[in-house]
């Protein structure tokens, strides 16, 4: 059994083996799509195909939808040569369901797959002529918040997007300027002599796991956009074009795909599944023809198509207005799931795990992100009507993260925890503020997980052992701040935690003029105090707590 389409003609080796595969014309849909393309997506990777690829799927499998996704890669194009085209486009998508089973699906929703690449002449005359279609609907995204910027780190503009500016859209290197020469040319078509459409409208939906991303893919496209306009590279009108006539949807997205893991690899083989072979790209993109995930799944998008909307809805996907997209997002990343994530990434390491279910049966981090979820953060969410907010941590509680079979680990979830706090903790911490009838100064577990990324800055676990931190670009700032620090010393905790905890950019405010940097203080000298500190001082708070 091999990921080809010539494979799928013997039904009945996959089905005997308890895989799904598609009920539809992947021939017929391929010459729909080919004609009156109606969905791009840019970005390749897991969450692309174990969950919009899979929904286009089951609307194909209905006959709702007639046409796939173009699927484009901007960045790593070794992805569509490896992971796409090796095998004709299709993906087996394994979802890891709490009880052991998985359930196993060819997803074949992906019509063609091409490189956003100015350079390969193929690829990308093929992107213009979809970008010039009338038929385009919907360009949507999962190519990381990173893929948005134009800056880098220290103000300047990056070196391809500047020279992007100066140069011809046909020859644009960066990822947002090839994007914004795409719909140049849709642009351009729709003043085309006997066009009767006019022009030619578009939406593109920014699903990454960022807040108001289609803000921020807004102020990407149109501020290119205006320089293009200002060098006289592009008409005038095209500003106006890419501010009005392109919409550009909030969303949010949520639903885990790990690394595919081992114990599923195992089982593939075992039914015979002979594309296991995972490859590593020259840019370090971990890429496998199968994908794992798990069941749950959510994607909320702000109803604001200007050509249209496809019917993702009836596929379980939820249109909203812009106002419940942003409670959804807050529910998710400011309480429900992400600050549980963190804490337990935090913890994790310093405890040595190295699975997130693991964790789950750690008494004292289970007891933690409950306090974390229901009693910090809940009394500060907003109800976005559509999902339940206790129902959905309890979802996150009960079944997600606890999920055996889930091959996530804490050190994956540390990765730009630097980058993360302000959303994920600094915003229920300014709701707090804001409530007459909260007193911030109470809060316990939230500062407790603050003290506990001090610690974790230290570079030594519990047992008092090196190891190694998550990639994060405030490293080289933050850990010299830590490395006179050893266990078990009496030190000027102030004196060390000050600069940091000040520090709005990371928390969202400065934690001392809100009333908690002296409280995280007190625990990150808890948790120095020794080997075994950093338990102890969870024990001591939950015990407490408990005893109130």
């Known amino acids: 059994m091999k990921l080809k389409l010539d494979e799928l003609n013997n039904r009945q080796q996959w089905e005997e083996k308890g895989y799904e595969i598609p009920a539809f014309s ?10 009156k393309p109606e969905w791009v997506h840019f970005g390749g990777g897991n969450i692309f195909r174990a969950f919009p690829a899979a929904v286009c799927q089951e609307l194909l499998n209905q006959g709702i ?13 070794e992805i569509i040569e490896h992971s796409y085209k090796n095998s004709d486009n299709l993906t087996l998508l394994v979802t890891l369901m709490p009880d052991g089973n998985l359930q196993k699906k060819v997803i074949a929703s992906v019509a063609e797959a091409l490189c956003v690449d100015t350079a390969n002449t193929s690829d990308w005359n093929r992107l213009v002529e979809i970008f010039k279609n009338p038929s385009l609907k919907v360009v949507s995204f999962t190519i990381t918040e990173k893929g948005y910027s134009l800056k880098s ?8 997007v500047a020279k992007d500016f100066k140069n011809n859209p046909k020859q644009a290197e960066s990822y947002i300027g090839k994007l914004v020469a795409l719909c140049y040319e849709r642009f351009l078509a729709g003043k085309l002599p006997g066009n009767l459409q006019g022009k030619l409208p578009l939406a593109l939906v920014s699903m990454d796991n960022c807040s108001h991303n289609g803000s921020k893919l807004k102020e990407a496209v149109t501020s290119f956009a205006k320089i293009w306009v200002e060098n006289g590279i592009t008409a005038p009108e095209f500003l106006e074009y890419v501010s009005e006539d392109i919409s550009y949807p909030w969303s949010m997205i949520d639903k885990i795909t790990p690394r595919p893991a081992d114990s599923v690899l195992e089982i593939l083989k075992a039914d015979g599944f002979e594309d296991t072979e995972a490859y590593i790209t020259s840019k370090n993109t971990y890429i496998a023809p199968f994908v794992n995930a798990e069941a749950p799944q959510y994607l909320v998008i702000e109803d604001a198509f200007n050509n ?4 993702l809805d009836l596929g379980g996907i939820i249109y909203t207005d812009r106002a419940t997209v942003d409670k959804v997002e807050k529910m998710k990343v400011c309480t429900c799931l992400n600050p549980l994530h963190t804490a337990l990434a935090i913890f994790g390491c310093l405890l040595s795990y190295d699975k997130i279910s693991d964790e789950m049966k750690d008494q004292e981090l289970t007891a933690l992100i409950k306090k974390i979820g229901y009693q910090e953060g809940l009394p500060v969410v907003v109800d976005p009507g559509i999902i339940k907010p206790a129902d959905f941590l ?5 079944v997600r993260l606890p999920n055996p079979f889930m091959p996530d680990t804490p050190q994956r979830i540390a990765c730009d925890t630097s980058q993360k706090l302000s959303i994920r903790f600094g915003e229920t911490i300014k709701a707090y503020i804001e409530r007459p009838d909260l007193d911030v100064t109470q809060l316990t577990f939230i500062p407790l997980v603050l ?4 610690r974790y800055l230290m570079g030594v676990n519990d047992k008092g052992q090196p190891f190694e931190l998550s990639p994060d670009p405030m490293l080289n700032h933050l850990v010299p701040l830590f490395s006179d620090i050893n266990l078990g010393e009496n030190i000027d905790v102030t004196k060390c935690l000050k600069d940091i905890l000040s520090n709005d950019l990371i928390f969202g405010v400065d934690l001392y003029k809100v009333g908690l940097g002296e409280k995280i203080e007190g625990f990150f000298k808890e948790m120095i105090k020794g080997e075994g500190a950093v338990r102890d001082t969870l024990k001591k708070y939950l015990d407490e707590e408990q005893h109130l």
Do not use: F, R
């Open 153 to 160: 780190q220290n103000g300047e503009y990056m070196p391809a």
């Open 308 to 311: 249209g909307k496809l019917p």
């Open 26 to 35: 992947i021939e017929k849909m391929k010459e729909n799509t080919k004609h």
């Open 451 to 454: 003290a506990g990324w001090c």
């Open 65 to 77: 939808m007639e046409s796939g996704i173009i699927v484009a890669e901007g960045y790593d194009y």
């Open 394 to 398: 309890q979802e996150v509680l009960s």
